[in-house]
């Protein structure tokens, strides 16, 4: 196996968890293209394309096959600083010709553009010509309404395939929607609305959970009644004609989408926009203030999903590409531009991951073929208790590659997942990055050795680092991650109205968004021109990379500063505790002092006093015996379920503010499950 590989990748002298064989190399785009470029390694490749932006972005425009509606006057334009770079300036672009027309000229008309299913057993397959018409129909229709070039369209949906065209029509039309997570209560769905001014909402009579039909139309309406600014709202058909009942309905606002794309033209001119052109404006909550709501371009977030999923993945035109999320956050858009970009299929899951049982996902995965398929630890974490016969229950060898995002992983459950899921023979594409990234700033490829958690290294194309409080680079030790170069698809400032041309563009309201995102990303001290993205890292002496959490998470007790990932890893080292949170709190003595919040596989345990306070001594015992005495944490407490996001997420500043009793939480529209912060709060009175 040794000699089938490249002379650049045979000098590995560490044991990984997986390495590449001759298959993964002879398959590779990115071993091509390091070739064709005339470079010696992957390493050389890296350092190349984080030195000179616009070279890198040069081969993945031949890589992906862009065809300009008119060509860009130079590739980089940094007349503005890197905080607002712009490329490819004066390119006509509409990245839905790119993703429909231009594969159904080149022969893919009948290939399957679009599959899926629901989770009661629905299917539905689209191929790119199918996928073309409905997108036509439904541009038209949007046009019929009234939607014109730079208006937004709120997106309220689960992860259906009317969702997926309502996205591509928007853009066809020369719209920017706001896709908004299909869990939101109508306060949080109205202040996505609001900010953007959406004068149209497309939203579904409802959505299936765990076998219950849930009304999120009675949401919408609740949300519209919050948001003026939406004039129609456009309802697709999702329940069963026995679940629907009586949809709540406003006669002259609301339309069924199947009767506003009814007798529309099957064909739709893209509209002319150029690369620059908004086209998405998704919203991504930060710990204090309104969620910031970042602004993409034609030529930014949609490139950026297509070049990583070549760089990382390996996503080819034979592939089948999916991602267990939901529209609202950054994966689902991600999911459905970048493989449509690369001629292959996206598969779309909408429903719960383990109902009616635990093997639903593995099900799903086995009837269509998915080659790729990416998760959240979280998710992981949660299915891992049903152990690992559902996972057997299905044929998995379509898979050739695994992926993760979203927080990072604990070695039992990035183990599962390798072993249960991938059977040891697939790789993990750990892939962390953000909203205002547009997809990855670190990750995994699949002709690289592998580490368990970690990352290979930077994502290609983007510049990265790991610096020390006084900006130094650091390796061996924790420090922030930060990106020295600018991207195609770094978020374009945040939304403050329409761009300059619009009718409704206030300079005002866009320069007051400009402050906020310089001082979110860019204002540290002696660090100009460089992005500060938020995250603990690591470089490891070997050159594997690690997440560690949010730095505005940090812990520092007794002068050792932390992330909460390495206590947590710890805590979940105790065989019998599924979940924790790690946070510092504020202590006269060592400035602050470590807590944690541990979720016990057993719940019961969780109520019985007794086997709480020995489960408790037991953690803190784990931590001190690996993290040293200094770290003892305390107070540790033992609950039935911890804050989350409605995606997942652990929001550890809501468990740090309840065990403060500081009553600022931060923006809680995210928040799935509020009866935790009551339950947290009843046990922190419990242990005073």
């Not at 404006?281 to 297509?306: C, D, E, M, N, W």
């Not at 059977?423 to 990055?433: A, D, E, L």
């Amino acid at each position: 196996m040794t000699e089938s590989k490249p002379a650049w990748d045979r000098d590995h002298s560490v044991s990984f968890a997986w390495a590449p064989g001759p298959a993964e190399h002879q398959r590779s785009r990115l071993a091509r293209l390091i070739e064709v470029a005339g470079l010696t390694s992957l390493d050389e490749f890296r350092r190349q394309s984080a030195t000179d932006p616009a070279w890198f972005w040069q081969q993945m425009i031949e890589q992906i096959g862009v065809v300009w509606k008119s060509p860009p006057s130079r590739t980089l334009d940094l007349s503005r600083g890197r905080e607002f770079a712009t490329f490819f300036p004066d390119a006509g672009f509409n990245y839905t010709e790119q993703a429909l027309d231009h594969w159904i000229e080149n022969g893919r008309a009948d290939h399957p553009a679009i599959v899926w299913e629901g989770e009661e057993g629905s299917t539905r397959t689209l191929t790119y010509l199918q996928l073309l018409a409905e997108v036509s129909k439904a541009s038209h229709g949007l046009v019929t309404l009234g939607v014109r070039r730079g208006d937004r369209v709120g997106i309220f949906m689960p992860l259906i395939v009317e969702c997926a065209v309502a996205m591509l029509a928007c853009s066809r039309v020369g719209a920017i929607f706001t896709p908004i997570f299909s869990g939101f209560g109508a306060s949080a769905v109205a202040t996505r609305l609001n900010d953007c001014d959406a004068t149209v909402l497309i939203t579904v009579d409802g959505a299936y959970r765990r076998g219950k039909a849930v009304n999120l139309k009675a949401i919408a309406d609740e949300a519209v009644v919050l948001a003026p600014c939406v004039q129609s709202v456009v309802v697709a058909r999702r329940l069963s004609e026995s679940d629907r009942g009586t949809t709540p309905w406003v006669e002259s606002r609301d339309h069924w989408w199947d009767e506003v794309l009814s007798g529309q033209p099957v064909h739709h001119q893209a509209a002319p926009t150029m690369a620059n052109d908004p086209y998405m404006v998704i919203y991504t909550s930060g710990t204090t203030g309104q969620p910031k709501g970042t602004r993409h371009i034609h030529a930014g977030f949609p490139l950026k999903s297509a070049a990583d999923q070549i760089v990382l993945f390996d996503v080819q035109s034979d592939d089948r590409v999916c991602w267990y999320s939901d529209p609202g956050w950054m994966m689902a858009p991600w999911l459905i531009k970048g493989p449509l970009l690369l001629g292959a299929t996206v598969c779309l899951y909408d429903g719960a991951p383990d109902w009616p049982d635990a093997g639903r996902l593995w099900e799903y995965i086995a009837k269509h073929q998915v080659s790729v398929f990416g998760i959240a630890p979280t998710a992981i974490r949660s299915l891992m208790r049903h152990g690992s016969d559902p996972v057997h229950r299905h044929d998995r060898s379509s898979l050739r590659a695994l992926g993760s995002s979203g927080e990072p992983w604990t070695p039992e459950a990035w183990w599962w997942f390798f072993g249960e899921v991938g059977q040891g023979r697939c790789p993990v594409i750990n892939y962390s990055g953000g909203t205002e990234i547009s997809g990855g700033i670190v990750g995994c490829t699949t002709i690289e050795p592998q580490q368990p958690c970690g990352f290979t290294g930077a994502v290609p194309g983007m510049s990265v680092d790991v610096i020390d409080p006084d900006g130094n680079p650091v390796r061996g030790e924790v420090g922030e991650l930060v990106v020295t170069q600018p991207w195609v698809g770094m978020t374009q400032s945040f939304w403050g109205g329409p761009p300059p041309g619009h009718p409704q563009h206030n300079p005002a309201r866009q320069a007051a968004a400009d402050r906020r995102y310089l001082e979110t990303y860019w204002t540290r001290p002696d660090q100009s021109g460089t992005w500060v993205h938020g995250d603990w890292a690591q470089i490891t002496p070997d050159g594997s990379w690690y997440i560690l959490g949010r730095s505005d998470d940090t812990i520092k007790v007794a002068g050792k500063r932390l992330g909460p990932a390495e206590v947590e890893a710890s805590v979940l080292s105790h065989p019998d505790i599924l979940e924790a949170a790690a946070c510092g709190l504020p202590d006269d003595l060592k400035g602050e002092i470590l807590a944690v919040v541990a979720v016990p596989r057993d719940s019961s345990d969780a109520n019985d006093p007794e086997r709480a306070a020995n489960l408790a001594t037991q953690v803190a015992e784990n931590v001190v015996r690996d993290l040293g005495k200094t770290l003892r944490p305390s107070p540790v407490l033992i609950v039935s379920e911890l804050p989350k996001t409605k995606s997942g997420k652990v929001m550890r500043r809501v468990v740090r503010a309840v065990l403060a009793s500081d009553p600022n939480m931060g923006d809680l529209s995210g928040l799935d499950n509020p009866s935790a912060i009551e339950l947290l709060k009843t046990v922190v009175a419990r242990s005073h």
